[in-house]
């Protein structure tokens, strides 16, 4: 039995593709509507008018991929979540403190989640490994081996990480430049975000060889 985590060259150009997508929809065009929707709107709308873009884009590849599953319901629900806490903020510089409250809301649970020994990035593996045709169970049943399992307890540390630094990362910006600084959060954030994306991604590959050793092991 062959397992991995591998990415073709189909799906290498692929995710070229939604690395330029995600630079228009999450940073160039929040960007252009941040900058020149200040003056007619103010501050709170403008920022608000911004996610737009970013919000209908995340729906559409939601739906695209049909990620009706563990991993699209947090999708969604932090999308919801996001939403409706930026809509009730009432102001563009409270509308960014309330955004570094619920990332640290969802370290929190990560951090639970991680304790408990119910990593999210097991079930969003369970559900990556679904879509190349494994069958739920008997991927839960692998990925729980001793000598696999702490990989993904590995991952979910760096998700704990990649929370507090970018919640970090926003007030240390808010600090220095107060909410004109908004258009370098779209910039710096969506950096640090990949820079995080790829250790995570470069993690997920690596867990493919413990999994090739205890197939191969249990093949004999």
């Known amino acids: 039995m062959k397992w991995g985590f591998h990415m073709a060259k189909k799906k290498n150009r692929k995710g070229n593709k939604i690395v330029l997508l995600d630079l228009i929809f999450y940073v160039a065009i929040p960007y252009v509507l941040w900058t020149y929707g200040r003056e007619p709107v103010g501050d ?3 920022m608000l008018i911004s ?18 599953n563990i991993t699209g319901l947090f999708i ?30 969802y370290v929190v649970i990560h ?20 879509l190349q045709g494994y069958a739920h169970k008997s991927s839960k049943a692998l990925f729980t081996r001793q000598g696999i399992f702490k990989w993904f307890q590995f ?3 760096i998700f704990i990480l990649r929370g507090l630094c ?11 430049y107060g909410v004109d600084g908004y ?23 690596y867990v493919n060889i413990p999994i090739q050793k205890f197939l191969n092991h249990t093949a004999y």
């Open 155 to 157: 991952i979910q540390a």
């Open 111 to 130: 951090l639970i989640a991680m304790l408990i020994k119910r990593p999210f990035a097991l079930y969003f593996a369970v559900d990556f490994a679904y």
């Open 166 to 176: 970018m919640s970090a990362l926003t007030v240390f910006l808010l600090n220095q």
């Open 44 to 46: 709170y709308g403008a």
């Open 76 to 105: 969604l629900g932090s999308l919801m979540l996001g939403t409706v806490v930026d809509l009730i903020s009432g102001s563009a510089e409270q509308m960014l403190w309330n955004g570094v409250y619920v990332s640290l809301f």
């Open 183 to 205: 258009s370098d959060m779209l910039i710096y954030k969506r950096a640090l975000g990949w820079t995080f994306g790829l250790m995570i991604m470069g993690l997920y590959v």
């Open 51 to 68: 996610t737009i873009p970013g919000f209908v884009y995340t729906c559409y590849r939601f739906i695209l991929e049909k990620q009706f």
